[in-house]
Structure formats: structure tokens, C-alpha cells
């Protein structure tokens, strides 16, 4: 049995008082739940603040990146080690922001995933594909790239440690969700790759989130899915009402 997964991606928005602020508001409103996996991404200017008021509360902290080297002269870089020491469990890898506008490939989130799993973090590993990709029929060439890519040289037990999320970049913050359907068709396909990759029970046992668009009034339909395993959030999770009500329908879903 996959437990579901729910995890923010606030991307860069909030400044500190305000990310203090929506985690006040989020461990109130996300109390009684203990089905779902919670996971928010604050950005790395608020893991430390967000991070003391998150210790025994049911919501995992995670960051939107890091670099694969544990230190040195890398400017701006953050590292797996340096995530840890803030509270950090879950990172987010290879975000088609991340792909489009910094330069991300295969090869880079390869070592990311790498070194989050060796530093004992949950990668978040997104893949996806862009609009004209789908209308040209390579959704599945370009996602089984993404996942090859990402996956390269990983053993059986590292993979047990991360979540894939399918983000079609399409969907992401345009208000255009997958259907239900054509999303369960993409993590099925990634599941049999998985299969193919390594075994039917590694396969059985990836979580794999959905992320694109996602909001309290389309998800119900798109947890009915049997393949998917929670929800990449962007745009919802800047907003406790709607961060929750996302996660109760999810938790519903479990009982
Ligand atoms: C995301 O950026 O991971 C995402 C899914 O964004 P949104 O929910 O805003 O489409």
C-alpha cells in the first residue's frame, strides 16, 4: 500500500513573516490528519524559521533544490548536508522551472538525486512534457527520457526513497489540468518502466504525484485514479484553505 502524498511547492513567493505566518496557519488546519503524507516547500530563506514550528507537528519540510556537492567555492549553492541541518526531508528535483530557465538537464538532476538519497533526503523528481511534445505525440519518449535520465546508475534501494511526480508543463500554473484519465495513462506508463527498469515490486511500491493546476475542485476526480499517489501543489499551497482542503480530499480517499 502507497501512502498518499501531498507536498507544497511555494516556489518563490513569501517572505519570511509570511511563510511563519501560512505554516501557523497550515499546522492548525492540517491537524487532525494522519493519512496523508503533508510536505511543504517553503523557500530556502524561511526552511530554518518554518522548520521550528513544523518539530512534531504531521508536516515534513522539504526545499525546492540543492547542488550535489557537500561544500566549497559553489556561490549561491545550497547542499544536501546544509537541507538536513535545517529540518529538511524532501527536496524537489528537476522542476521544468528549474529545466527552463536554470539550465537543468538530465545529467544535473541525476546528480542532485544522487546526492540527496546519499544525504538521506527524499527527492521530489519531476518530469514532464511541454505542450508542443504532447501535440506532437512524445509525451511518453520525452517523460521515459526524464525518468532514464534521472534514474541512471540509481540502485533498487535508492530508488525506494524517492517519489516521482508527473508535472506536465503545460498544466503547471496555467489552469489547464490533465484529465484524470490522461494523467493515470502517463503514471501507468512510468510504472511499467519502473517494472522494466528494475522489478514488478519496486514498480508497485513508487509513489508517483500528480502536479499541474491542481485545486480543491479537481481533485477528488483525479485521486479516484488508481495510479496516482497524492499531489505536487504549486499555485493551492500558497493558501492554507485551499492547501487543506486538497489534503482532506486526499485523506478521504484513504479510508
Ligand atoms: C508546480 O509548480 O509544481 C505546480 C504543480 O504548480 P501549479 O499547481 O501552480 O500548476
Request: negative net charge.
Given at each position: 500500500?502507497?501512502?498518499?502524498?501531498?507536498?507544497g511547492?511555494?516556489k518563490?513567493?513569501?517572505?519570511?513573516p509570511?511563510?511563519v505566518?501560512?505554516?501557523?496557519?497550515?499546522?492548525?488546519?492540517l491537524?487532525?490528519?494522519?493519512e496523508?503524507?503533508?510536505?511543504?516547500?517553503?523557500?530556502?530563506t524561511?526552511?530554518y524559521?518554518?522548520?521550528?514550528?513544523?518539530?512534531?507537528?504531521?508536516?515534513?519540510?522539504?526545499?525546492?533544490?540543492?547542488?550535489?556537492?557537500?561544500?566549497?567555492a559553489y556561490?549561491?549553492?545550497?547542499?544536501?548536508?546544509?537541507?538536513?541541518s535545517?529540518?529538511?526531508?524532501?527536496v524537489?528535483?528537476?522542476h521544468?522551472?528549474r529545466?527552463?530557465?536554470?539550465?537543468?538537464?538530465?545529467?544535473?538532476?541525476?546528480?542532485?538525486?544522487k546526492?540527496?538519497?546519499?544525504?538521506?533526503?527524499?527527492?521530489?523528481?519531476?518530469v514532464g512534457?511541454?505542450?508542443?511534445?504532447r501535440?506532437?505525440?512524445?509525451?511518453?519518449?520525452?517523460?521515459?527520457?526524464?525518468?532514464?535520465?534521472?534514474?541512471?546508475?540509481?540502485s533498487g534501494?535508492?530508488?525506494?526513497k524517492?517519489?516521482v511526480?508527473?508535472?506536465?508543463?503545460w498544466?503547471?500554473?496555467t489552469?489547464?489540468?490533465a484529465?484524470?484519465?490522461?494523467?493515470?495513462?502517463?503514471?501507468?506508463?512510468?510504472?511499467?518502466?519502473?517494472?522494466?527498469?528494475?522489478?514488478?515490486?519496486?514498480?508497485?511500491?513508487?509513489?508517483i504525484?500528480?502536479?499541474?493546476?491542481v485545486?480543491?475542485?479537481?481533485?477528488?476526480?483525479?485521486?479516484?485514479q488508481?495510479?496516482?499517489?497524492?499531489?505536487?501543489?504549486?499555485?493551492?499551497?500558497?493558501?492554507?484553505?485551499s492547501?487543506?482542503a486538497?489534503a482532506?480530499?486526499?485523506?478521504?480517499?484513504t479510508?
Amino acid at each position: 500500500m502507497r501512502r498518499k502524498v501531498v507536498a507544497g511547492n511555494w516556489k518563490m513567493n513569501m517572505t519570511d513573516p509570511e511563510a511563519v505566518e501560512l505554516v501557523k496557519q497550515l499546522k492548525e488546519s492540517l491537524r487532525s490528519f494522519n493519512e496523508v503524507e503533508l510536505v511543504v516547500c517553503p523557500p530556502f530563506t524561511s526552511l530554518y524559521s518554518t522548520s521550528k514550528m513544523l518539530t512534531d507537528s504531521n508536516i515534513g519540510l522539504g526545499a525546492q533544490n540543492l547542488f550535489w556537492e557537500s561544500s566549497g567555492a559553489y556561490t549561491g549553492e545550497v547542499s544536501a548536508e546544509m537541507l538536513l541541518s535545517v529540518g529538511c526531508k524532501y527536496v524537489i528535483i528537476g522542476h521544468s522551472e528549474r529545466r527552463q530557465y536554470f539550465g537543468e538537464d538530465n545529467q544535473s538532476v541525476n546528480r542532485k538525486v544522487k546526492s540527496a538519497i546519499a544525504g538521506g533526503l527524499t527527492p521530489i523528481v519531476c518530469v514532464g512534457e511541454r505542450l508542443e511534445q504532447r501535440e506532437a505525440g512524445k509525451t511518453e519518449a520525452v517523460v521515459e527520457d526524464h525518468i532514464r535520465g534521472a534514474f541512471e546508475g540509481l540502485s533498487g534501494e535508492q530508488l525506494r526513497k524517492l517519489i516521482v511526480a508527473y508535472e506536465p508543463v503545460w498544466a503547471i500554473g496555467t489552469g489547464k489540468t490533465a484529465t484524470p484519465e490522461q494523467a493515470n495513462e502517463v503514471h501507468l506508463f512510468i510504472r511499467e518502466l519502473i517494472k522494466e527498469l528494475y522489478d514488478a515490486d519496486l514498480s508497485s511500491r513508487t509513489r508517483i504525484l500528480y502536479g499541474g493546476s491542481v485545486k480543491p475542485e479537481n481533485v477528488r476526480s483525479l485521486i479516484e485514479q488508481p495510479e496516482l499517489d497524492g499531489f505536487l501543489v504549486g499555485g493551492a499551497s500558497l493558501k492554507a484553505e485551499s492547501f487543506a482542503a486538497i489534503a482532506r480530499e486526499v485523506e478521504n480517499s484513504t479510508t
